[in-house]
């Protein structure tokens, strides 16, 4: 027994613990797309998107959603479709990978995504036995996985060294990676707002770096390891978070983050940020528009006044590739215990959590929609010109929002039920790969407030897009209820 024990904690010494991937700042971070006049264009259509966690199902599931969306060329007239009018991308965990992948590549990013990684074996690099001792030990002593597994292979084969910095040289898509910060217990986003707090410098770090710690699952994988560097730049916390210190109105989730940038700044409470999963707070992606909502200083924020005048339809859509609970245990009264207990309430607290996060972010967006308005409305002609550049087809309340979510639930039954069996990993079968994608693309098109968006169109000067693409073959699709 004796030697037993000497064994494992041998074994467990072995370990794989991440060094630091950040390096200091000096300065502030630049924002991470640059908005301008010229990159807005006339900006009528807002999309927005949020990629749920899920491993490599939550990949495809995504990938599903982004084609649907750039099949919709047949009704605007466009060969990518809505991808085009896509803003923002939020993604966690497995949902990360595809979001950054677009975020970095555009539409031009989908060419060949699923031969060069949604078909392959992630978990090349990892150790993944549950029948090898010597993985088990380590993922008790801390994770099974350092960070030179699941990040070199998405290095090698999507994003070839790239780095936040390139993202913002390349790209007019705001690319959110969300991990979990866990000594705060708070979403961390990978933004300049985050790493001005560490005195880091965002632009330096690779963006397989932060797809891997969004989905560093625990166990499987050791925490990502970021170093606070305070003191190395002229920090200065936001106007919102001095605000929101003693605001009695400001939301917890508000409070919770401006806590966790405190923290970032405070030698004494914080030398190194630990990261794992980011579906352990958020599985959907989405506290982050909410609190950037909470903390807006301005109507109109986290938008631009240019974009904020020149939008008329907004489409903000979440990919939930979460299954179906197993209800096996139900069935009788013992249960459930050991590994099922623990993966049971882990499942219990991801789920509540994201269920507020997303109804948090819905509230924030239409209380955004009547304030958007209310300012639109109260600007006077000589700005809206200046902002928009004509005062051509103004009408301040010409605004509309759509918030949805597409899941599994939007597929027919007997797809349904074959979907709850693919697993969470980041290696499946090419069968199961396809039967996601289709789910993706399926789910998009059943989703009522997608085809509101369709719907609305309407009207809009959007409509001789859609009238071009009529007469060129394509076809409108009608709305679709659950």
Same mark, same amino acid.
């Given at each position: 027994m004796k030697k037993l024990v000497f064994c494992l904690a041998l074994l467990a010494g072995c370990a794989a613990w991440n060094r630091p991937i950040n390096q200091a700042l000096q300065g502030e971070n630049a924002a991470l797309v640059d908005v301008t006049p010229e990159s807005i264009g006339k900006g009528e259509l807002y999309v927005g998107l949020a990629f749920s966690g899920g491993g490599m199902r939550a990949s495809a599931f995504a990938y599903g959603m982004l084609e649907e969306l750039r099949a919709q060329g047949a009704v605007t007239g466009t060969p990518n479709g809505l991808l085009d009018d896509v803003r923002l991308v939020s993604g966690v965990s497995g949902g990360s990978v595809t979001a950054a992948q677009f975020g970095l590549y555009g539409p031009a990013g989908l060419t060949g995504y699923r031969e060069r990684y949604l078909v392959t074996n992630a978990e090349k690099y990892m150790a993944n036995s549950p029948f090898n001792p %010597?993985?088990? *030990? $380590?993922? @008790?002593? !801390? &994770?099974?996985?350092?960070?030179?597994?699941?990040?070199?292979?998405?290095? #090698?084969?999507?994003?070839?060294?790239?780095?936040?910095?390139?993202?913002?040289?390349?790209?007019?898509?705001?690319?959110?990676?969300?991990?979990?910060?866990?000594?705060?217990?708070?979403?961390?986003?990978?933004?300049?707002?985050?790493?001005?707090?560490?005195?880091?410098?965002?632009?330096?770090?690779?963006?397989?770096?932060?797809?891997?710690?969004?989905?560093?699952?625990?166990?499987?994988?050791?925490?990502?390891?970021?170093?606070?560097?305070?003191?190395?730049?002229?920090?200065?916390?936001?106007?919102?978070?001095?605000?929101?210190?003693?605001?009695?109105?400001?939301?917890?989730?508000?409070?919770?983050?401006?806590?966790?940038?405190?923290?970032?700044?405070?030698?004494?409470? %914080?030398?190194? *940020? $630990?990261? @794992?999963? !980011? &579906?352990?707070?958020?599985?959907?992606?989405?506290?982050?528009?909410?609190? #950037?909502?909470?903390?807006?200083?301005?109507?109109?924020?986290?938008?631009?006044?240019?974009?904020?005048?020149?939008?008329?339809?907004?489409?903000?859509?979440?990919?939930?590739?979460?299954?179906?609970?197993?209800?096996?245990?139900?069935?009788?009264?013992?249960?459930?215990?050991?590994?099922?207990?623990?993966?049971?309430?882990?499942?219990?607290?991801?789920?509540?959590?994201?269920?507020?996060?997303?109804?948090?972010?819905?509230?924030?967006?239409?209380?955004?929609?009547?304030?958007?308005?209310?300012?639109?409305?109260?600007?006077?002609?000589?700005?809206v010109r200046r902002l928009r550049g004509t005062l051509d087809g103004w009408d301040c309340s010409d605004l509309k929002l759509f918030i949805g979510q597409a899941s599994f639930e939007g597929v027919p039954a007997d797809m349904r039920k074959k979907l709850n069996k693919v697993p969470t990993r980041l290696k499946l079968k090419t069968e199961e790969v396809d039967l996601v994608i289709e789910a993706g693309r399926l789910a998009t098109r059943a989703t009522p407030e997608f085809n509101g968006f369709l719907a609305s169109l309407e009207g809009n000067d959007v409509d001789a897009r859609i009238q071009k693409g009529i007469a060129a073959g394509g076809r409108r699709i009608a709305p679709v209820s659950n």
């Open positions: %010597v993985t088990i *030990v $380590k993922g @008790l002593a !801390g &994770g099974a996985n350092g960070r030179k597994t699941f990040a070199r292979y998405l290095d #090698e084969v999507l994003f070839k060294g790239a780095t936040f910095g390139d993202l913002r040289a390349r790209s007019k898509i705001k690319t959110w990676i969300n991990a979990t910060d866990m000594a705060n217990n708070t979403p961390f986003l990978f933004s300049p707002e985050t790493f001005d707090a560490l005195c880091s410098d965002l632009s330096k770090l690779p963006i397989s770096e932060a797809v891997a710690a969004s989905a560093a699952f625990p166990l499987v994988f050791t925490p990502v390891v970021l170093e606070a560097h305070q003191g190395d730049c002229g920090y200065k916390e936001p106007d919102w978070l001095t605000a929101a210190r003693n605001n009695p109105e400001a939301t917890a989730a508000m409070k919770a983050q401006g806590r966790a940038l405190e923290s970032y700044a405070n030698p004494e409470e %914080v030398k190194y *940020v $630990k990261l @794992l999963d !980011g &579906g352990i707070t958020d599985n959907f992606g989405t506290t982050g528009l909410a609190v #950037e909502r909470a903390r807006a200083q301005a109507p109109y924020a986290p938008m631009t006044p240019e974009e904020a005048v020149r939008m008329k339809r907004m489409l903000f859509l979440v990919a939930n590739a979460g299954v179906e609970a197993d209800y096996g245990w139900t069935q009788k009264i013992p249960g459930p215990g050991g590994v099922g207990l623990g993966m049971s309430i882990a499942t219990a607290s991801m789920s509540a959590a994201t269920r507020s996060g997303y109804d948090a972010m819905r509230g924030e967006l239409r209380q955004w929609e009547a304030e958007l308005i209310e300012w639109r409305c109260a600007l006077p002609p000589g700005e």
